[in-house]
């Protein structure tokens, strides 16, 4: 089981070269579970390219639905927000990537990622994780 976090998602649906590499990790047939906040990173992290005159909404909108589109099961904020705040002020790291490390950690899945802060994090807490791709 995989649990797929935004940086991942986004960058899969952008078809970076680390994307490309993830998509054909994920597409293994592999469940793919994450947060119902993935929903609102995505929109808010492509919301930032289109303010910048960097895409238009239209392309955002379609790269939004892929990234979300690749997970094949959504887990409830409310199932895990207390974990990921109380792990957060243990932590001392965002609540936002600890509710997909709680739920990698809770799931025995491996927590994908490219946000390198949180994938040393996993690595220290003994969770499941890949963070980098050597291409």
């Known amino acids: 089981?995989?649990?797929?976090?935004?940086?991942?998602?986004?960058?899969?649906?952008?078809?970076?070269?680390?994307?490309?590499?993830?998509?054909?990790?994920?597409?293994?047939?592999?469940?793919?579970?994450?947060?119902?906040?993935?929903f609102i990173e995505t929109a808010s992290s492509f919301r930032k390219y289109v303010k910048l005159d960097l895409m238009t909404e239209a392309e955002a909108l379609i790269l939004i639905r892929d990234a979300v589109g690749l997970v094949t099961k959504y887990i409830s904020i409310h199932e895990n927000y207390i974990e990921a705040f109380t792990e957060s002020l243990r932590l001392k790291h965002s609540v936002y990537d600890m509710l997909y490390l709680t739920l990698a950690r809770r799931n025995g899945a491996t927590l994908v990622t490219l946000d390198a802060k949180l994938g040393k994090l996993c690595e220290e807490q003994g969770v499941d994780c890949i963070h980098q791709i050597n291409l």
């Not at 970076?16 to 906040?37: C, M, Q």
């Open 1 to 38: 089981m995989i649990v797929l976090d935004c940086s991942a998602a986004a960058n899969i649906a952008q078809g970076t070269s680390e994307g490309n590499a993830l998509r054909a990790l994920i597409e293994k047939g592999e469940d793919v579970i994450s947060s119902e906040l993935l």
